[in-house]
Protein backbone atom coordinates (compact mmCIF):
# COMPACT_ATOMS: atom_id res chain seq x y z
CA UNK A 1 0.00 0.00 0.00
CA UNK A 2 1.41 3.34 -1.19
CA UNK A 3 2.06 6.10 1.78
CA UNK A 4 -1.03 8.01 -0.21
CA UNK A 5 -3.22 5.23 0.24
CA UNK A 6 -2.78 4.74 4.15
CA UNK A 7 -3.08 8.64 4.60
CA UNK A 8 -6.49 8.45 2.69
CA UNK A 9 -7.39 5.21 4.58
CA UNK A 10 -6.81 6.99 8.14
CA UNK A 11 -8.56 10.19 6.60
CA UNK A 12 -11.88 8.36 5.88
CA UNK A 13 -11.68 6.64 9.05
CA UNK A 14 -11.52 10.76 10.91
CA UNK A 15 -14.22 11.65 8.25
CA UNK A 16 -16.60 8.69 9.28
CA UNK A 17 -17.62 10.39 12.78
CA UNK A 18 -18.88 13.38 10.19
CA UNK A 19 -20.05 11.71 7.51
CA UNK A 20 -22.68 9.28 10.26
CA UNK A 21 -23.40 12.58 12.19
CA UNK A 22 -22.48 15.74 10.53
CA UNK A 23 -20.92 19.01 11.72
CA UNK A 24 -23.50 20.66 14.51
CA UNK A 25 -23.39 23.88 15.63
CA UNK A 26 -21.90 24.12 19.62
CA UNK A 27 -24.01 26.17 21.92
CA UNK A 28 -23.57 26.68 25.53
CA UNK A 29 -21.41 23.10 25.77
CA UNK A 30 -24.20 21.45 23.68
CA UNK A 31 -23.69 19.91 19.86
CA UNK A 32 -27.29 20.94 18.26
CA UNK A 33 -28.66 20.92 14.75
CA UNK A 34 -30.00 24.26 13.62
CA UNK A 35 -33.04 25.64 15.15
CA UNK A 36 -34.87 24.92 12.07
CA UNK A 37 -33.52 21.94 11.20
CA UNK A 38 -31.60 22.75 7.91
CA UNK A 39 -28.53 21.96 6.57
CA UNK A 40 -26.17 22.15 3.73
CA UNK A 41 -23.33 19.96 1.91
CA UNK A 42 -19.75 20.59 2.50
CA UNK A 43 -17.82 18.58 -0.59
CA UNK A 44 -14.01 17.65 -0.70
CA UNK A 45 -12.19 19.42 -3.50
CA UNK A 46 -10.46 16.44 -4.24
CA UNK A 47 -13.56 14.97 -6.30
CA UNK A 48 -16.30 17.49 -5.50
CA UNK A 49 -18.00 14.41 -3.19
CA UNK A 50 -19.93 15.60 -0.16
CA UNK A 51 -17.71 15.30 2.87
CA UNK A 52 -20.78 15.80 5.38
CA UNK A 53 -24.14 17.42 6.14
CA UNK A 54 -23.62 20.85 7.85
CA UNK A 55 -26.00 22.79 10.62
CA UNK A 56 -27.27 25.66 8.47
CA UNK A 57 -27.46 28.35 11.56
CA UNK A 58 -29.17 31.31 11.00
CA UNK A 59 -30.65 34.80 12.92
CA UNK A 60 -31.93 32.29 15.71
CA UNK A 61 -28.89 30.12 16.06
CA UNK A 62 -26.49 33.51 16.82
CA UNK A 63 -28.93 35.21 18.80
CA UNK A 64 -28.58 31.65 21.23
CA UNK A 65 -24.88 31.71 20.90
CA UNK A 66 -24.65 35.03 22.08
CA UNK A 67 -26.57 35.14 24.40
CA UNK A 68 -24.77 31.73 25.64
CA UNK A 69 -21.51 33.98 25.39
CA UNK A 70 -22.87 36.78 27.29
CA UNK A 71 -23.97 34.49 30.24
CA UNK A 72 -20.44 33.08 30.10
CA UNK A 73 -18.69 35.87 29.96
CA UNK A 74 -18.51 37.51 33.58
CA UNK A 75 -17.89 34.25 35.53
CA UNK A 76 -14.50 33.76 33.03
CA UNK A 77 -13.61 37.41 32.88
CA UNK A 78 -13.35 36.91 36.61
CA UNK A 79 -10.87 33.61 36.22
CA UNK A 80 -7.45 34.59 36.89
CA UNK A 81 -4.77 35.22 34.36
CA UNK A 82 -2.68 31.93 35.96
CA UNK A 83 -6.25 29.74 35.24
CA UNK A 84 -6.97 30.98 31.96
CA UNK A 85 -3.68 30.00 31.70
CA UNK A 86 -3.32 26.74 32.65
CA UNK A 87 -6.34 26.03 30.79
CA UNK A 88 -5.49 27.28 27.21
CA UNK A 89 -2.19 25.23 27.80
CA UNK A 90 -4.26 22.02 28.19
CA UNK A 91 -6.19 23.30 25.12
CA UNK A 92 -2.58 22.97 23.07
CA UNK A 93 -2.16 19.80 24.41
CA UNK A 94 -4.67 18.24 23.44
CA UNK A 95 -4.36 19.95 20.06
CA UNK A 96 -1.03 18.28 19.53
CA UNK A 97 -2.62 14.72 20.52
CA UNK A 98 -4.71 15.46 17.93
CA UNK A 99 -2.42 16.62 14.76
CA UNK A 100 -2.59 14.45 12.62
CA UNK A 101 -6.61 14.26 12.78
CA UNK A 102 -6.84 17.62 11.99
CA UNK A 103 -4.04 17.58 9.36
CA UNK A 104 -6.20 14.62 7.38
CA UNK A 105 -9.55 16.14 7.32
CA UNK A 106 -7.70 19.84 6.78
CA UNK A 107 -6.31 18.31 3.88
CA UNK A 108 -9.95 16.79 2.67
CA UNK A 109 -12.01 19.56 3.50
CA UNK A 110 -9.81 22.33 1.48
CA UNK A 111 -7.76 20.97 -0.79
CA UNK A 112 -4.26 21.88 1.22
CA UNK A 113 -1.31 19.72 0.80
CA UNK A 114 -0.72 17.51 3.88
CA UNK A 115 3.25 19.37 3.34
CA UNK A 116 1.86 22.16 4.73
CA UNK A 117 -1.00 20.95 6.49
CA UNK A 118 1.11 18.51 9.04
CA UNK A 119 1.85 21.94 10.60
CA UNK A 120 -1.09 23.78 10.85
CA UNK A 121 -2.25 21.72 13.89
CA UNK A 122 1.20 21.87 15.59
CA UNK A 123 0.93 26.27 14.94
CA UNK A 124 -2.50 26.45 16.14
CA UNK A 125 -1.33 24.48 19.32
CA UNK A 126 1.86 26.94 19.52
CA UNK A 127 -0.68 30.33 18.94
CA UNK A 128 -2.53 28.83 22.26
CA UNK A 129 0.76 28.24 24.02
CA UNK A 130 1.77 32.03 23.26
CA UNK A 131 -1.38 33.47 24.83
CA UNK A 132 -1.16 31.34 27.28
CA UNK A 133 1.81 32.52 28.68
CA UNK A 134 0.33 36.45 28.40
CA UNK A 135 -3.15 35.61 30.03
CA UNK A 136 -1.50 36.57 33.35
CA UNK A 137 -0.37 39.92 31.97
CA UNK A 138 -3.30 40.68 30.11
CA UNK A 139 -4.72 43.25 32.35
CA UNK A 140 -2.00 45.02 33.17
CA UNK A 141 -1.34 48.41 32.43
CA UNK A 142 0.75 51.49 33.48
CA UNK A 143 1.84 54.19 36.04
CA UNK A 144 1.31 57.90 34.52
CA UNK A 145 2.15 60.24 37.03
CA UNK A 146 2.02 63.98 36.98
CA UNK A 147 2.49 66.67 39.65
CA UNK A 148 -0.25 66.42 42.43
CA UNK A 149 -1.72 62.93 40.31
CA UNK A 150 -1.37 59.62 40.11
CA UNK A 151 -2.76 57.57 36.72
CA UNK A 152 -3.08 54.34 36.74
CA UNK A 153 -4.26 52.44 33.71
CA UNK A 154 -5.53 48.95 33.18
CA UNK A 155 -7.26 46.66 30.85
CA UNK A 156 -10.69 45.09 31.07
CA UNK A 157 -12.19 42.20 28.21
CA UNK A 158 -14.72 43.93 25.81
CA UNK A 159 -17.36 41.46 26.41
CA UNK A 160 -18.84 38.55 23.78
CA UNK A 161 -16.90 39.00 20.38
CA UNK A 162 -17.68 37.21 17.33
CA UNK A 163 -14.97 35.77 15.17
CA UNK A 164 -15.43 34.80 11.25
CA UNK A 165 -12.51 32.91 9.87
CA UNK A 166 -12.11 32.13 6.36
CA UNK A 167 -11.65 28.58 4.34
CA UNK A 168 -8.06 28.55 3.44
CA UNK A 169 -6.55 27.80 6.50
CA UNK A 170 -9.32 27.84 8.53
CA UNK A 171 -7.71 25.54 11.80
CA UNK A 172 -4.68 27.76 11.87
CA UNK A 173 -6.74 31.14 11.47
CA UNK A 174 -9.03 29.93 13.91
CA UNK A 175 -6.75 29.70 16.53
CA UNK A 176 -5.02 32.42 15.99
CA UNK A 177 -7.92 34.85 16.25
CA UNK A 178 -9.92 33.02 19.38
CA UNK A 179 -6.67 32.25 21.76
CA UNK A 180 -6.51 35.87 22.18
CA UNK A 181 -9.86 36.50 22.97
CA UNK A 182 -10.14 33.71 25.65
CA UNK A 183 -6.49 34.94 27.21
CA UNK A 184 -8.30 38.48 27.54
CA UNK A 185 -11.06 36.74 28.75
CA UNK A 186 -13.52 37.47 26.31
CA UNK A 187 -16.30 34.80 25.13
CA UNK A 188 -16.62 33.96 21.92
CA UNK A 189 -19.62 33.19 18.83
CA UNK A 190 -17.02 31.63 15.79
CA UNK A 191 -19.02 31.01 12.86
CA UNK A 192 -16.46 29.56 10.25
CA UNK A 193 -15.91 29.53 6.65
CA UNK A 194 -18.84 27.74 5.03
CA UNK A 195 -16.66 26.08 2.49
CA UNK A 196 -14.27 24.34 4.54
CA UNK A 197 -16.20 23.80 8.44
CA UNK A 198 -14.95 20.70 10.18
CA UNK A 199 -11.69 21.33 11.75
CA UNK A 200 -13.77 24.16 13.51
CA UNK A 201 -15.75 21.61 15.02
CA UNK A 202 -12.90 19.22 16.16
CA UNK A 203 -11.33 22.52 17.56
CA UNK A 204 -14.31 23.57 19.87
CA UNK A 205 -14.67 19.80 21.32
CA UNK A 206 -10.88 19.96 21.71
CA UNK A 207 -11.46 23.13 24.12
CA UNK A 208 -14.26 22.10 25.88
CA UNK A 209 -12.65 18.37 26.35
CA UNK A 210 -9.65 20.50 27.55
CA UNK A 211 -11.85 21.80 30.56
CA UNK A 212 -12.90 25.01 29.06
CA UNK A 213 -16.29 25.82 30.55
CA UNK A 214 -19.77 25.66 28.45
CA UNK A 215 -20.75 29.12 26.68
CA UNK A 216 -17.38 30.44 26.51
CA UNK A 217 -16.51 28.96 23.10
CA UNK A 218 -19.64 28.54 21.24
CA UNK A 219 -19.69 27.67 17.30
CA UNK A 220 -22.45 28.70 14.73
CA UNK A 221 -22.19 27.20 11.25
CA UNK A 222 -23.69 29.24 8.39
CA UNK A 223 -23.34 31.44 5.32
CA UNK A 224 -22.17 35.40 5.49
CA UNK A 225 -25.97 36.31 4.49
CA UNK A 226 -27.74 34.74 7.46
CA UNK A 227 -25.39 34.00 10.34
CA UNK A 228 -22.76 35.80 9.40
CA UNK A 229 -25.25 39.16 9.05
CA UNK A 230 -26.62 38.27 12.36
CA UNK A 231 -23.88 37.94 14.24
CA UNK A 232 -22.16 41.23 12.97
CA UNK A 233 -26.10 42.76 13.79
CA UNK A 234 -26.41 41.36 17.18
CA UNK A 235 -25.73 43.79 20.30
CA UNK A 236 -24.33 41.40 22.48
CA UNK A 237 -21.80 40.96 20.28
CA UNK A 238 -19.16 43.97 21.12
CA UNK A 239 -16.52 43.27 18.37
CA UNK A 240 -15.86 41.07 15.46
CA UNK A 241 -12.39 40.27 14.01
CA UNK A 242 -12.84 38.80 10.66
CA UNK A 243 -10.74 37.44 8.19
CA UNK A 244 -11.08 37.33 4.44
CA UNK A 245 -12.08 39.58 1.30
CA UNK A 246 -11.98 43.20 1.39
CA UNK A 247 -15.76 43.31 0.02
CA UNK A 248 -16.88 41.41 2.77
CA UNK A 249 -14.96 43.36 5.41
CA UNK A 250 -16.83 46.42 3.98
CA UNK A 251 -20.04 44.56 4.23
CA UNK A 252 -19.29 43.56 8.20
CA UNK A 253 -18.44 47.45 8.96
CA UNK A 254 -21.73 48.72 7.46
CA UNK A 255 -23.41 46.16 9.48
CA UNK A 256 -21.72 46.34 12.79
CA UNK A 257 -22.20 50.41 12.19
CA UNK A 258 -25.64 50.32 14.02
CA UNK A 259 -24.56 48.63 17.25
CA UNK A 260 -20.97 50.87 17.23
CA UNK A 261 -18.82 47.21 17.15
CA UNK A 262 -15.24 47.52 16.86
CA UNK A 263 -13.46 45.66 13.87
CA UNK A 264 -10.11 44.02 13.80
CA UNK A 265 -10.37 42.94 9.75
CA UNK A 266 -7.31 41.06 8.11
CA UNK A 267 -8.18 41.39 4.12
CA UNK A 268 -6.55 40.85 0.97
CA UNK A 269 -3.45 41.39 -0.96
CA UNK A 270 -1.79 41.94 -4.30
CA UNK A 271 1.86 41.44 -2.90
CA UNK A 272 4.86 42.52 -4.64
CA UNK A 273 8.07 40.40 -4.25
CA UNK A 274 10.86 43.32 -5.32
CA UNK A 275 14.14 42.27 -6.41
CA UNK A 276 16.80 44.11 -7.47
CA UNK A 277 20.14 42.82 -9.68
CA UNK A 278 21.94 42.77 -6.38
CA UNK A 279 20.01 40.53 -4.95
CA UNK A 280 21.10 36.45 -4.46
CA UNK A 281 19.24 35.35 -7.04
CA UNK A 282 18.54 31.99 -6.38
CA UNK A 283 17.24 32.23 -2.50
CA UNK A 284 15.37 35.52 -3.98
CA UNK A 285 13.56 32.71 -6.71
CA UNK A 286 12.76 30.34 -3.95
CA UNK A 287 10.98 32.77 -1.84
CA UNK A 288 8.88 33.76 -4.73
CA UNK A 289 8.37 30.54 -5.92
CA UNK A 290 7.13 28.99 -1.69
CA UNK A 291 5.47 32.38 -1.46
CA UNK A 292 3.02 32.24 -4.42
CA UNK A 293 3.02 28.23 -4.96
CA UNK A 294 2.40 27.07 -1.41
CA UNK A 295 -0.75 26.48 0.39
CA UNK A 296 -2.31 26.34 -3.39
CA UNK A 297 -1.79 30.25 -3.71
CA UNK A 298 -4.65 31.03 -1.08
CA UNK A 299 -3.45 33.07 1.27
CA UNK A 300 -3.67 36.42 1.85
CA UNK A 301 0.16 36.72 1.83
CA UNK A 302 0.76 35.24 -1.15
CA UNK A 303 3.78 36.85 -3.30
CA UNK A 304 1.40 37.59 -6.09
CA UNK A 305 3.60 40.49 -7.75
CA UNK A 306 6.67 40.07 -9.13
CA UNK A 307 8.70 42.99 -9.75
CA UNK A 308 12.31 42.89 -10.89
CA UNK A 309 15.13 44.65 -12.05
CA UNK A 310 15.12 44.99 -15.88
CA UNK A 311 18.56 44.04 -16.26
CA UNK A 312 17.97 40.54 -14.24
CA UNK A 313 14.32 40.25 -15.33
CA UNK A 314 14.99 37.28 -18.29
CA UNK A 315 17.37 35.46 -16.15
CA UNK A 316 15.23 35.56 -12.75
CA UNK A 317 11.60 34.80 -14.72
CA UNK A 318 12.99 31.68 -16.67
CA UNK A 319 14.42 30.39 -13.07
CA UNK A 320 10.77 31.02 -11.33
CA UNK A 321 9.67 29.41 -14.41
CA UNK A 322 11.59 26.66 -14.66
CA UNK A 323 11.15 26.03 -10.59
CA UNK A 324 7.02 26.24 -11.37
CA UNK A 325 7.04 23.57 -14.18
CA UNK A 326 8.97 21.01 -11.50
CA UNK A 327 6.10 21.45 -8.52
CA UNK A 328 3.84 18.56 -8.22
CA UNK A 329 0.59 19.15 -8.40
CA UNK A 330 -1.77 16.11 -7.14
CA UNK A 331 -3.91 14.51 -4.09
CA UNK A 332 -3.36 16.31 -0.87
CA UNK A 333 -2.33 13.16 1.29
CA UNK A 334 0.33 12.40 -1.31
CA UNK A 335 3.34 13.64 0.81
CA UNK A 336 5.29 14.66 -2.44
CA UNK A 337 2.66 16.75 -3.15
CA UNK A 338 3.02 20.32 -3.33
CA UNK A 339 0.01 21.87 -5.10
CA UNK A 340 -3.49 20.39 -3.97
CA UNK A 341 -6.74 21.00 -5.61
CA UNK A 342 -8.27 24.44 -5.11
CA UNK A 343 -11.35 24.72 -2.31
CA UNK A 344 -14.21 25.08 -4.81
CA UNK A 345 -15.55 25.02 -8.45
CA UNK A 346 -16.26 28.17 -7.93
CA UNK A 347 -13.22 29.31 -7.40
CA UNK A 348 -11.39 26.85 -9.35
CA UNK A 349 -13.33 28.88 -12.20
CA UNK A 350 -12.34 32.56 -11.03
CA UNK A 351 -8.97 31.53 -11.14
CA UNK A 352 -9.50 29.72 -14.76
CA UNK A 353 -10.78 33.11 -15.49
CA UNK A 354 -7.80 35.23 -14.93
CA UNK A 355 -5.81 32.92 -16.93
CA UNK A 356 -7.87 33.84 -19.77
CA UNK A 357 -7.67 37.60 -18.58
CA UNK A 358 -4.17 37.56 -18.69
CA UNK A 359 -4.03 36.14 -21.78
CA UNK A 360 -6.61 38.52 -23.46
CA UNK A 361 -4.70 41.30 -21.52
CA UNK A 362 -1.51 40.53 -23.46
CA UNK A 363 0.67 39.03 -20.85
CA UNK A 364 3.03 35.67 -21.62
CA UNK A 365 2.37 32.43 -19.90
CA UNK A 366 5.27 31.09 -19.07
CA UNK A 367 4.54 28.10 -16.91
CA UNK A 368 1.77 26.61 -16.43
CA UNK A 369 -1.85 28.49 -17.55
CA UNK A 370 -5.02 26.04 -17.02
CA UNK A 371 -6.48 23.25 -15.18
CA UNK A 372 -4.71 20.15 -14.44
CA UNK A 373 -6.42 16.61 -14.69
CA UNK A 374 -5.75 15.94 -11.21
CA UNK A 375 -6.56 12.23 -8.78
CA UNK A 376 -10.52 12.30 -8.33
CA UNK A 377 -11.33 14.75 -10.95
CA UNK A 378 -11.70 17.95 -8.62
CA UNK A 379 -10.10 21.61 -8.61
CA UNK A 380 -6.59 21.31 -9.62
CA UNK A 381 -4.78 24.49 -11.54
CA UNK A 382 -1.32 24.50 -12.84
CA UNK A 383 1.35 26.90 -11.13
CA UNK A 384 1.34 29.75 -13.40
CA UNK A 385 3.76 32.44 -14.15
CA UNK A 386 2.50 35.41 -16.22
CA UNK A 387 5.60 37.62 -18.04
CA UNK A 388 5.53 40.00 -20.22
CA UNK A 389 3.01 42.03 -17.59
CA UNK A 390 2.38 45.09 -16.38
CA UNK A 391 1.11 46.92 -13.42
CA UNK A 392 -2.06 47.96 -15.22
CA UNK A 393 -3.21 44.88 -15.98
CA UNK A 394 -6.26 43.09 -13.97
CA UNK A 395 -3.75 40.10 -13.21
CA UNK A 396 -1.70 42.86 -11.33
CA UNK A 397 -3.74 44.69 -9.85
CA UNK A 398 -6.63 42.19 -8.48
CA UNK A 399 -6.48 39.05 -6.03
CA UNK A 400 -6.41 35.99 -7.68
CA UNK A 401 -6.18 33.85 -4.60
CA UNK A 402 -4.76 30.99 -6.47
CA UNK A 403 -0.96 29.25 -7.54
CA UNK A 404 -0.98 32.57 -10.43
CA UNK A 405 2.59 35.12 -10.02
CA UNK A 406 2.54 37.84 -12.59
CA UNK A 407 5.80 39.40 -13.20
CA UNK A 408 6.94 42.79 -14.24
CA UNK A 409 10.02 44.32 -15.21
CA UNK A 410 11.58 47.55 -13.47
CA UNK A 411 14.14 50.33 -14.41
CA UNK A 412 15.24 51.65 -10.76
CA UNK A 413 14.58 51.87 -7.53
CA UNK A 414 11.78 54.69 -8.38
CA UNK A 415 10.45 52.61 -10.80
CA UNK A 416 9.97 49.53 -8.29
CA UNK A 417 8.76 51.68 -5.57
CA UNK A 418 5.73 53.40 -8.01
CA UNK A 419 4.84 49.94 -9.56
CA UNK A 420 5.07 48.12 -5.50
CA UNK A 421 2.60 51.23 -4.06
CA UNK A 422 0.12 51.21 -6.92
CA UNK A 423 -2.60 48.75 -6.30
CA UNK A 424 -5.02 49.00 -3.56
CA UNK A 425 -3.70 46.77 -1.45
CA UNK A 426 -0.97 47.13 1.13
CA UNK A 427 -0.47 43.44 3.36
CA UNK A 428 3.01 42.90 2.89
CA UNK A 429 5.90 42.87 0.66
CA UNK A 430 9.13 41.57 0.12
CA UNK A 431 12.19 42.77 -0.76
CA UNK A 432 15.30 41.24 -2.05
CA UNK A 433 18.53 43.88 -2.25
CA UNK A 434 22.47 43.65 -0.64
CA UNK A 435 21.92 47.04 -0.39
CA UNK A 436 21.61 48.18 3.43
CA UNK A 437 21.02 51.67 3.17
CA UNK A 438 18.28 51.00 -0.18
CA UNK A 439 16.64 48.48 2.50
CA UNK A 440 16.10 51.04 4.62
CA UNK A 441 14.51 53.80 2.90
CA UNK A 442 12.89 51.64 0.44
CA UNK A 443 10.87 49.76 3.34
CA UNK A 444 10.23 53.03 4.81
CA UNK A 445 8.29 54.40 1.51
CA UNK A 446 6.16 51.04 0.56
CA UNK A 447 2.91 51.01 1.72
CA UNK A 448 2.45 47.80 3.28
CA UNK A 449 1.63 46.69 7.01
CA UNK A 450 4.68 43.76 6.55
CA UNK A 451 7.75 43.82 5.25
CA UNK A 452 10.29 40.67 4.58
CA UNK A 453 14.12 42.32 3.97
CA UNK A 454 15.73 39.36 1.86
CA UNK A 455 13.31 36.16 3.60
CA UNK A 456 10.06 34.78 2.80
CA UNK A 457 6.83 34.90 5.58
CA UNK A 458 8.55 33.63 8.33
CA UNK A 459 6.27 34.94 11.43
CA UNK A 460 7.76 35.51 15.08
CA UNK A 461 4.49 35.70 16.99
CA UNK A 462 5.25 38.64 19.21
CA UNK A 463 5.32 41.25 16.23
CA UNK A 464 2.23 42.80 14.41
CA UNK A 465 0.54 41.08 11.77
CA UNK A 466 -2.11 43.18 9.53
CA UNK A 467 -2.37 45.54 6.62
CA UNK A 468 -2.78 48.96 5.11
CA UNK A 469 -4.98 50.76 2.44
CA UNK A 470 -7.72 48.03 1.90
CA UNK A 471 -5.85 45.35 3.29
CA UNK A 472 -6.92 45.48 6.81
CA UNK A 473 -7.81 47.36 9.77
CA UNK A 474 -5.49 46.78 13.20
CA UNK A 475 -3.15 44.45 14.23
CA UNK A 476 -3.01 41.07 15.95
CA UNK A 477 0.39 39.47 17.35
CA UNK A 478 2.11 40.05 20.55
CA UNK A 479 -0.04 42.81 22.52
CA UNK A 480 -1.64 44.43 19.62
CA UNK A 481 -4.45 41.34 19.59
CA UNK A 482 -5.09 42.58 23.38
CA UNK A 483 -5.97 45.98 22.44
CA UNK A 484 -8.41 44.50 19.75
CA UNK A 485 -10.20 42.77 22.89
CA UNK A 486 -9.88 44.63 25.39
CA UNK A 487 -10.91 48.27 26.70
CA UNK A 488 -8.48 50.44 28.64
CA UNK A 489 -9.51 51.97 31.64
CA UNK A 490 -7.85 55.16 33.42
CA UNK A 491 -8.03 55.82 37.23
CA UNK A 492 -6.57 59.11 38.28
CA UNK A 493 -5.51 59.87 41.87
CA UNK A 494 -5.16 62.96 43.24
CA UNK A 495 -1.81 62.91 45.59
CA UNK A 496 -2.21 66.47 47.11
CA UNK A 497 -5.44 68.93 48.24
CA UNK A 498 -4.78 70.54 44.97
CA UNK A 499 -7.00 73.89 44.39
CA UNK A 500 -10.45 73.20 43.48
CA UNK A 501 -12.33 76.28 41.01
CA UNK A 502 -15.54 77.44 43.47
CA UNK A 503 -18.27 78.27 41.40
CA UNK A 504 -21.99 79.65 42.73
CA UNK A 505 -20.82 79.71 45.95
Known amino acids: MSKLDTNLAKANEYLARFRAAGVLNQIAG ?6 DGATFDTISPIDLKPLAKVAHGKAADIDRAAKAAKQAFPGWAALSGDKRKA ?3 RIADAIVARAEEIAFIECMD ?6 FMAKAALRGAENFRFYADRAPEARDGKALRMDGQLNVTSRAPIGPVGIITPWNTPFMLSTWKIAPALAAGCTVVHKPAELSPLTARLLVEIAEEAGLPKGVWNTVNGFGEDAGKALTEHRDIKAIGFVGESRTGSAIMAQGAATLKRVHFEL ?19 AAVFMIYSLNGERCTSSSRLLVEQSIYGKFTSLVAEKAKRIKVGHPLDPDTVIGPLIHPQHERKVLDYLDIGRREGATVAAGGGKVEGPGGGCYVAPTLFTEANNGMRIAQEEIFGPVLTAIPFKDETDALALANDVSYGLTAYLWTSDVTRALRFTDALEAGMIWVNSENVRHLPTPFGGVKNSGI ?6 WSFDFYMETKNVAFATTSHAIAKLGG
Open 268 to 286: GGKNPVIVFADADIERAAD
Open 30 to 35: EAVPAA
Open 474 to 479: GRDGGD
Open 110 to 115: TGQALK
Open 87 to 89: LLH
